[in-house]
């Protein structure tokens, strides 16, 4: 067996109503003065309020930045490190999805170290130390809240990632009453997110792939699979939010330690580009990517495939199962109504080009391909797309 490294969020606590209990679970790690992270929609919906009433109950002083946008950019990232320094906040906490969280995890890092941000883009280059953070997922999708990564646009179209064992929080909470009555759209692609991290987790060229994390990608398409449908009809049902939570985060703690590859390098400049929302982009060309690994990675999609959908498990031959699991995904996603082709959210043909080029720039993520991807490959997989 190869050596391998496994690193993850220190504490997690799941459950109904846990993050009203900030000011009991978080405080203490939290400190005096507590900068949170989130976006306008969720402080409107007041999902922040009962995370900021704890805090003040338990002697906190809070400073609330609610400015995060989809996909963050820098400058909004320099603006909440702005906020939390005039406040001279002692610890960092966000509610939200995957930019929220994104957000706090650097901010904690540059209020913490004074680090400069262009030294820690890329793999383990940030030193820290961070400040005390907190995180508090909203959306069943990106597993931010256990993995060591952060992602930000950088002027109008490149994405730029910090990877690093120094950026996972100390602790994040689970609560999947935060979730309840998600928009299906949006439920439906977040998850479809989650399950493209446990499908990139176990079939990872990485090094660092190890028993832990393949393990974790299986239970995670085995909670999602059985739950997403159910999820998505029914956003007030607590026990499929409470799944699809608990199934993020374990994909998340997946691909933390045996990291994606080519579908999320070709979804970046598709969001980056034209701003589809990152779960989306990875569906888009999940099918596409699968079909083009399938000569050197057929066995290990055929493996997983009943976790996902248990009645492949009929199937015996290793082939014929793999084709069916991608030609269920690809189903899944019409029965979720989500879009299935580029040109359903407006990308011009015109535009693959361009797009082949810049998905070749994510080589942190291309490297981690079970097939190696050549400016062509993902020029034809775009275009098998559109």
């Known amino acids: 067996m190869n050596p391998f490294a496994f690193n993850t969020t220190k504490s997690v606590v ?39 009433t704890s805090l ?15 996909d963050p950019s820098r400058e909004t990232l320099m603006t909440a490190i702005e906020a939390g320094r005039a406040a001279g906040v002692t610890g960092v906490l966000a509610i939200g999805g995957g930019s929220p969280l994104d957000v706090a995890k650097l901010t904690a890092l540059i209020l913490g170290s004074d680090e400069d941000l262009d030294e820690a883009w890329g793999v383990a280059q ?13 959306t069943a999708g990106t597993g931010s809240e256990v993995t060591p990564v952060s992602i930000i646009t950088v002027g109008a179209e490149e994405k730029r990632g910090v990877s690093s064992p120094v950026i996972l929080p100390d602790l994040a909470i689970l609560d999947a009453d935060l979730t309840l009555g998600l928009p299906p759209h949006i439920t439906a692609a977040t998850g479809v997110d989650a399950m493209v991290h446990a499908i990139e987790a176990y079939t990872s060229k990485s090094a660092n792939n190890n028993p832990m994390s393949r393990l974790l990608a299986r239970e995670a398409l085995r909670l999602l699979g059985a739950n997403i449908h159910q999820a998505v009809r029914d956003g007030s049902n607590r026990d499929a939010r409470g799944a699809m939570l608990l199934g993020s985060m ?38 596409q990517v699968l079909r083009f690994n399938a000569p050197e990675a057929a066995g290990q999609y055929a493996e ?56 070749m720039l994510q080589t942190r993520l291309l490297v981690n391909n079970p097939r190696e991807v050549t400016q062509n490959d993902a020029f034809a997989i775009y275009s098998e797309a559109w």
């Open 126 to 138: 940030a030193k820290g130390p961070r400040l005390p953070l907190v995180l508090i997922p909203t």
């Open 14 to 52: 799941f459950g109904p109503g846990k993050a009203a209990e900030c000011g009991a679970l978080a405080a203490p790690l939290l400190g005096e003065r507590v900068l949170i992270i989130t976006d306008a929609g969720l402080r409107a919906l007041g999902l922040c309020d009962p995370v900021i």
């Open 304 to 359: 997983i495939a009943p976790d996902a959908f248990p009645e492949l498990g009929d199937i015996e031959n290793p082939a014929e199962r793999c084709d069916a699991f991608i030609t269920r995904l690809e189903r899944l996603a019409q029965e979720l109504q989500m879009p299935t082709r580029l040109r359903e959210v407006n990308i011009p043909r015109d535009a693959i080009e361009k797009m082949a080029a810049d998905a």
């Open 56 to 70: 003040k109950n338990a002697g906190c002083d809070v400073t609330v930045f609610d400015q995060v946008e989809a």
């Open 250 to 287: 374990l994909a998340g703690q997946a691909f933390a330690n045996s990291p994606v590859a080519a579908v999320h390098a070709l979804a970046y400049p598709i969001g980056g580009t034209f701003h589809v929302p990152h779960g989306l982009s990875n569906a888009l060309i999940l099918p």
